[in-house]
C-alpha cells in the first residue's frame, strides 16, 4: 500500500547509499518475530549511519501497533513510525518526513517528497491508491479485510490489528484486475480470517460473494485461500466452493491449533468437541483436497496424554503441510497467566516430534507425485544453479510450503508449464518441463 502510494513508480536499490527511504515491515505477533524485527531495526540503523545525506529510516507493522511508545523511546535513529492503524496516512507521512528531512540536492528523493505532497493534498477522501507489485511476477496477494473478531486466549491479532474491517468488493476487484494486468496468473486471498469476510458490512457481502466476483476475471488461472477458520467452513460455503471449480484451487489452509478437546477448550477455540469433522466435511466434497494446518505444542496444562492424542490425530489426518510452534506466552493474552506453563524445552521437544512425523507423511505424499505431469506456475530462477527455476504446483502455496524446482524449455517467471515429476524429496518436487 505504501510502495503504492509513492509516484514514480519507486526505485528499488539495493544499497542503503542509494536509498531516499530505508522502509523495514515488521511483525509483532510472537516473540521470536518481535525480536527478528528489531535486529532489523538496530541493523539497517547502523548501516545508514554515517551515510550523507542520510536515508529516511522508516518502520511500519504490527511491531508498531504493539509496542510503539516504547520503540520511539528507545530507538531514536528512526525516523517515522507507521502503525497498522494508520495504514491510510502512510504515504502522506512519508512525505512530510522527506520534506522536513530537507532535499535531497540532485537527486531523485527531493523530486519524490514534492509528489508525494501533491498527492497528498490531492486526495482527501484517501480514495485506495494503486500497488506497487515488487514480488515475483507469478501471484500476488490481495488482503481482503483486517483485523480479527476472535478471542483465542493465545493470540494478540485483535489487541495490534483491532476489530474485523472489510473491504468492499468492488475495492477488491479493481485490485484484482489490476493485478491480473500485470501477467500474474494467480492470486491469494489473505485475512486473519476468510470465512468472517464481510460479516462486519451487512447487505449480503460475504465470501462467496467475493470469489463470485473475482472468479470471472480474465487471466485469473489461479485463485488460493488462505486462513480459512475451521468453524466458518460450513456445508453450505463448502458446497458453493465445490460447485465454483477452476481458477479455484482446493486448497485449504485450516489453523486447527490442536486435537484435544481440552486443550482446544482452554484456547477459547469455538469447534473443541473434534476438528476432525472439519477435515471430514472439506474430503466428502474435495478428496483431492490439499489440507494444511498449523497446531501448537506445549499450551498451558497440555499433558503428555494430550501431546499423545495430537500426534494420533496427525498420523491419521496425514496433512499435506503443517506448520508446528511451540507455545509462546505473550504479553498481554490470558494464555499468558494460565497455570501449567509448560517447559520451552518440552515445548520444543514435541514440535520436533510432531515435525518429524510429518515429514515422513509429506515424503510418501509427494513421492505419489513422481511420473506426473503438473502445471508448474514459474516463480523465480534459481540463486545457485543456472537454468533451474523455482516453482509451484496448485497444491503448494508461496513462502509456507515446499516448491517445485522446475527446468525445461518455456520455464521462465510468471509462465506457466507443463511439467513431469522426476523426484520427490521431503517437502519439494524436481520437474522438467517439455
Same mark, same amino acid.
Given at each position: 500500500?505504501?510502495?503504492?502510494g509513492?509516484?514514480?513508480?519507486?526505485?528499488?536499490v539495493?544499497r542503503?547509499?542509494?536509498a531516499?527511504?530505508?522502509?523495514?515491515?515488521?511483525?509483532?505477533?510472537?516473540?521470536?518475530?518481535?525480536?527478528?524485527?528489531l535486529?532489523?531495526i538496530?541493523d539497517?540503523?547502523?548501516a545508514?549511519r554515517?551515510?550523507?545525506?542520510?536515508?529516511?529510516?522508516?518502520?511500519?507493522?504490527?511491531?508498531?501497533?504493539?509496542y510503539?511508545?516504547?520503540l520511539k523511546?528507545?530507538?531514536?535513529?528512526?525516523d517515522?513510525?507507521?502503525?497498522?492503524?494508520?495504514?491510510?496516512?502512510?504515504?502522506?507521512?512519508?512525505a512530510?518526513?522527506?520534506?522536513?528531512?530537507?532535499?535531497?540536492?540532485g537527486?531523485?528523493p527531493?523530486?519524490?517528497?514534492?509528489?508525494?505532497?501533491?498527492?497528498?493534498?490531492s486526495?482527501?477522501g484517501r480514495?485506495?491508491?494503486?500497488?506497487?507489485?515488487?514480488?515475483?511476477p507469478?501471484?500476488?496477494?490481495?488482503?481482503?479485510?483486517e483485523?480479527?473478531?476472535?478471542?483465542?486466549?493465545?493470540?494478540?491479532?485483535?489487541?495490534?490489528?483491532?476489530?474485523?474491517?472489510?473491504r468492499?468488493?468492488?475495492e477488491l476487484?479493481?485490485?484484482?484486475?489490476?493485478?491480473l494486468?500485470?501477467?500474474?496468473?494467480?492470486?491469494?486471498?489473505v485475512?486473519?480470517?476468510?470465512t468472517?469476510?464481510?460479516v462486519d458490512?451487512?447487505?449480503?457481502?460475504?465470501?462467496?460473494a467475493?470469489?463470485?466476483?473475482l472468479?470471472?476475471l480474465s487471466?485469473?488461472?489461479r485463485?488460493?485461500?488462505?486462513y480459512?477458520?475451521?468453524?466458518?467452513?460450513?456445508?453450505?460455503l463448502l458446497?458453493?466452493l465445490?460447485?465454483?471449480?477452476?481458477?479455484?484451487?482446493?486448497?485449504?489452509?485450516?489453523p486447527?491449533?490442536?486435537?484435544?478437546?481440552d486443550?482446544?477448550?482452554?484456547m477459547?477455540r469455538?469447534?473443541?468437541?473434534?476438528?476432525r469433522?472439519v477435515?471430514?466435511?472439506?474430503?466428502?466434497?474435495?478428496?483431492?483436497?490439499?489440507?494444511?494446518?498449523?497446531?501448537?505444542?506445549?499450551?498451558?496444562?497440555?499433558?503428555?496424554t494430550?501431546?499423545?492424542?495430537?500426534?494420533?490425530?496427525?498420523?491419521?489426518?496425514?496433512?499435506q503441510h503443517?506448520?508446528?510452534?511451540?507455545?509462546?506466552?505473550?504479553?498481554?493474552?490470558?494464555?499468558?497467566?494460565?497455570p501449567?506453563q509448560?517447559?520451552?524445552k518440552?515445548?520444543?521437544?514435541?514440535?520436533?516430534e510432531?515435525?518429524?512425523?510429518q515429514?515422513e507423511?509429506s515424503?510418501q505424499?509427494?513421492?505419489?507425485?513422481?511420473?506426473?505431469?503438473?502445471?508448474i506456475?514459474? $516463480?523465480?530462477?534459481?540463486?545457485?544453479?543456472?537454468?533451474?527455476?523455482?516453482?509451484?504446483?496448485?497444491?503448494?502455496?508461496?513462502?509456507?510450503?515446499?516448491v517445485?524446482?522446475?527446468?525445461?524449455?518455456?520455464?521462465?517467471p510468471?509462465?506457466?508449464?507443463k511439467?513431469?515429476v522426476?523426484?520427490?524429496?521431503t517437502? $519439494?518436487?524436481v520437474?522438467?518441463?517439455?
Open positions: 500500500m505504501l510502495l503504492g509513492l509516484p514514480g513508480p519507486p526505485r528499488l539495493e542503503p547509499e542509494d531516499a527511504l530505508v522502509l523495514i515491515n515488521t511483525c509483532g505477533f510472537i516473540r521470536p518475530a518481535v525480536e527478528e524485527s535486529a532489523e538496530l539497517a540503523g547502523l545508514i554515517g551515510i550523507t545525506p542520510k536515508p529516511l529510516l522508516a518502520v511500519a507493522g504490527c511491531l508498531v501497533s504493539r510503539g511508545d516504547e523511546a528507545g530507538l531514536p535513529e528512526v517515522v513510525w507507521l502503525s497498522t492503524h494508520e495504514l491510510p496516512d502512510w504515504p502522506g507521512r512519508i512530510q518526513a522527506l520534506n522536513r528531512a530537507a532535499a535531497f540536492p537527486r531523485e527531493s523530486r519524490m517528497a514534492q509528489a508525494l505532497k501533491r498527492t497528498a493534498v486526495s482527501p480514495e485506495p491508491v494503486s500497488r506497487f507489485l515488487s514480488g515475483p507469478s501471484f500476488a496477494y490481495l488482503k481482503i479485510s483485523g480479527c473478531r476472535h478471542a483465542c486466549r493465545f493470540c494478540a491479532i485483535p489487541s495490534i490489528r483491532g476489530r474485523l474491517k472489510s468492499p468488493i468492488a476487484a479493481a485490485e484484482a484486475r489490476n493485478i494486468t500485470t501477467g500474474r496468473k494467480e492470486i491469494i486471498l485475512a486473519q480470517d476468510l468472517a469476510y464481510g458490512l451487512g447487505n449480503g457481502v460475504t465470501l462467496r467475493l470469489l463470485e466476483a472468479l470471472p487471466g485469473l488461472e485463485l488460493r485461500l488462505l480459512l477458520y475451521p468453524a466458518g467452513l460450513t456445508p453450505t458446497d458453493f465445490k460447485s465454483a471449480g477452476p481458477p479455484l484451487v482446493p486448497y485449504f489452509d485450516i486447527l491449533q490442536h486435537s484435544h478437546p486443550i482446544l477448550k482452554s477459547g469455538p469447534f473443541a468437541k473434534d476438528p469433522r477435515l471430514d466435511l472439506i474430503r466428502s466434497r474435495f478428496p483431492e483436497a490439499a489440507i494444511r494446518t498449523s497446531l501448537i505444542t506445549g499450551y498451558p496444562g497440555e499433558t503428555r494430550h501431546f499423545k492424542h495430537l500426534m494420533n490425530f496427525v498420523r491419521e489426518a496425514r496433512f503443517l506448520g508446528v510452534f511451540a507455545f509462546q506466552a505473550e504479553e498481554g493474552t490470558p494464555a499468558a497467566r494460565l501449567g509448560v517447559t520451552m518440552t515445548r520444543q521437544s514435541r514440535r520436533n510432531l515435525m518429524r512425523v515429514a507423511i515424503a505424499w509427494l513421492q505419489s507425485f513422481v511420473g506426473r505431469e503438473l502445471d506456475l514459474v $516463480d523465480a530462477p534459481h540463486p545457485e544453479w543456472p537454468g533451474l527455476h523455482t516453482g509451484r504446483a496448485w497444491f503448494q502455496a508461496p513462502d509456507i510450503d515446499g517445485t524446482y522446475v527446468s525445461g524449455p518455456g520455464v521462465t510468471g509462465a506457466m508449464v511439467a513431469t522426476e523426484e520427490a524429496k517437502y $519439494d518436487l520437474a522438467l518441463a517439455g
